[in-house]
């Protein structure tokens, strides 16, 4: 039935037949990580998120008025990786397909073996077992994999493994493995790959292998996801969509999920 239902979302949004999602039968969960002073980036990012108070006040027409200009590095907080961030000819920010941004997620679940090794990459194995269980991934499915690393955030040093400004030499934190990834991307087709840590490489990679596999056929990641144990094995709605920027390797992203009843 919860099939049937987000099936009739997803044909309703895509098919523009004019039907309205029935949310009154759906939990609506935020997967994103607000930004703020607090908000986890990569210890070499040489910035990171800033808010600049351009007004804050009542005016003398009478009136209160506040605006802010924030500046932020791609890369930090929930954030999307466009394929151009690791492949030259992949696509940037704002040219990426909504059908890759918008579309039913699987979760696959490995917080178990992430707490036993926070340098656990989840394996092809991970990825079968699932099917075994929850069925076949299809074509055009978003794909997260939570590892329950989410509990750590915004403690940087827990979270990534090393804090040190900088230095990313010494990071350590669980993700995807190069097999799971070639199984996902390369035979499945699935339009992206998310993670609740902050990178779709475990943090120990130097070559970003996972990275290089996902950009060089056009999908897209999402990395510092939160909430990933409130939403089902298979039936969410994942919407994901970053900040237009033209050109972008990346972005802030605001990343939903519609959860049936
Ligand atoms: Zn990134």
Redesign the pocket.
Known sequence: MRTMVIAAIVAGITAGRGQVPDLANHTIVDLTHSYGASTVF?PTAETKFTLQKLAHGQTPGGYFYAANAFCTP???GT???APN?FSEAGRTTEKIPLEQLVAPAVVIDVTPRAAADRDYRATADDVTQFEKAHGRITRGTIVLLRTGWSRHWPNAKAYLGDDTPGDASKLSFPSYGVEAARLLVEDRGVAALGIDT??IDYGRSTDFQVHRIAAARNVP?F?NLTNLDRLPPRGALVVALPMKIEGGS?GPLRAIALVAR
């Open positions: 990569w791609e890369h930090g954030h999307l990786d961030h902050a990178s990641g990395e990346g």
